[in-house]
């Protein structure tokens, strides 16, 4: 009779490297996982809620926001990667280092600055 509940106890011990515990139901789930599949609650990777916080951060992207990362981080693709543009932005990065991405960084950054709040919401919203 012990046996079983002994069983029991050593399965929910064992944790593979790529699994983790649900913070909701204590279930063990993939690190990958979105969901758990148990309780149904969304299950946030430190990535992910990283990815959040920036959004949260941009929340309605802010023009002003973005033009000043081009001008002064444009060369690192900061104002792509604000603008939810991490795509485009790893070819910023890449170059980095021609300082190309840093004159279109500006010329971008500007613009966004020159834009009116509609057309800049129209674009990137
Ligand atoms: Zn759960």
Known sequence: MTENSHEHRKEEAVKKAD???CPSCGEIIKKEAELCMKCGVRVKSPLASLGHELNELGGDKNKLVAGLLGIFLGSFGAHK???GKGGTA???V???WTGIPALIGII???SYLSMTE???AKKFK
């Open 81 to 83: 990667f604000y603008l």
């Open 118 to 120: 509609a057309a800049f």
């Open 108 to 110: 971008e950054g500007i």
């Open 94 to 96: 890449c170059f980095c």
């Open 90 to 92: 790893m070819w910023y």
């Open 19 to 21: 699994e983790m515990f």
